[in-house]
């Protein structure tokens, strides 16, 4: 097809044939033709050169080539289809039947009520268990506790004081529910822990988590990724929204992004609200008969949040509290170890104890 083009455009003359002599009348007619040939008869045949631009030529070439320009339009077509269209059309082989459920379930999670209750079921009661990040070392476990009793002896005892000054996120690779769709990644925690390492904002404190809830065997192993608001401040991170969950708001989408590349359905937050304040005679720092001295007024609440659309139903919000205390024997106080002791009336624990 170049070929032709080029071919066409190399002629830059055209050849005519005039009449007898007499037509060649003066020398100045002369500078524009060349005599070519002279017959018996005296009568010749003159070459003459037309002065003419290349896109004179090209038009010409057009003109004389009558099967050049469908050519031409035919090639314009195929090259606007395939900047144009072609990118962004799906191919569909018809002589497969359509994806059934099972596989869909391996490019997004797709997840029956039952499974969804199920998630939030566990969520909302497993214990969870931190390792504080330097210096302390300490274990904690907290839970959520149905009811609770107004005593110290049997209480609710609070959380550490981070856990009031900031965020914490509980992401992991593992795929503790059997769902096929997070099965499908391959990815470790120590894949994981380089991405929360690497990112921003960086996190204040990654700490080792593990999930556990007694009555089911469930068990899952993690981060717990601690944000506190002095350094999302600092990151230009702290949102300004109104909401209970309003400072971390901003944060909370960097951490999706991350549950999103490997496959996870939700992240766990537990976060601070405060519902009350002390009375403008009290000293906000002194303990009060309680135990809970300036946060008093605060609770931890734990909030399931699910990563994709569709998977509502497994979300959950309650309010937790510390369940155990393992002291490091290298830092600190002496080996001490707090538990709160459970009644018959806690929830899926059916008397079974660690």
């Known amino acids: 097809f170049f070929f032709l083009i080029i071919m066409e455009l190399t002629s830059l003359t055209k050849t005519v044939t005039e009449g007898e002599n007499d037509d ?8 524009n033709y060349l005599l070519r040939s002279v017959d018996a008869n005296g009568n010749f045949d003159i070459k003459k050169e037309m002065d003419v631009t290349v896109f004179d030529d090209i038009i010409a070439a ?4 009558r099967y050049m320009a469908p050519l031409v339009a035919l090639f314009g077509i195929f090259l606007a289809y395939h900047i144009t269209i072609a990118p962004y059309q799906t191919h569909v082989d018809s002589t497969n039947s359509p994806m059934t459920m099972d596989e869909l379930a391996l490019i997004r999670p797709v997840l029956s009520e039952t499974e969804l209750f199920s998630i939030q079921h566990i969520t909302l009661r497993a214990e969870t268990e931190f390792r504080l990040p330097d210096p302390s070392s300490d274990l904690i476990k907290i839970r959520f506790f149905s009811s609770i009793n107004p005593h110290i002896d049997y209480g609710n005892r609070r959380l550490p004081d981070m856990f009031y000054k900031g965020v914490t996120f509980g992401i992991t690779t593992e795929n503790s529910h059997d769902i096929p769709y997070t099965g499908q990644s391959t990815s470790s ?28 065997g469930w068990h899952e192993a993690g981060y717990g990724v601690y944000f506190s608001y002095a350094d999302l401040e600092k990151q230009g991170k702290l949102s300004n929204d109104h909401r209970k969950e309003g400072k971390w708001a901003r944060v909370s989408e960097d951490m999706m992004w991350i549950a999103r590349k490997y496959r996870q359905v939700y992240i766990t937050v537990w976060f601070p609200h405060q519902f009350g304040v002390f009375p403008e005679d009290k000293d906000t720092k002194d303990e009060d008969d309680e135990g809970l001295g300036e946060y008093k ?7 399931t949040l699910p990563t994709r659309t569709g998977l509502f139903e497994l979300s ?26 459970w009644n018959e009336g806690d929830d899926d624990w ?5």
């Open 24 to 31: 060649y009348e003066s020398d100045s007619d002369a500078s």
């Open 316 to 341: 959950s919000t309650g309010v937790v509290w510390l369940s155990a205390l393992n002291r490091s024997s290298e830092v600190g106080p002496p080996p001490k170890v707090i538990r709160r002791e």
């Open 297 to 303: 007024y605060h609770t931890i609440i734990q909030k």
């Open 62 to 65: 057009f003109i004389n080539s």
């Open 350 to 354: 059916d008397g079974v104890r660690n």
């Open 189 to 216: 925690l120590s894949e994981l822990y380089y991405d929360l390492n690497s990112m921003f904002p960086k996190p204040t404190a990654i700490m080792e988590r593990t999930s556990l809830l007694n009555t089911t």
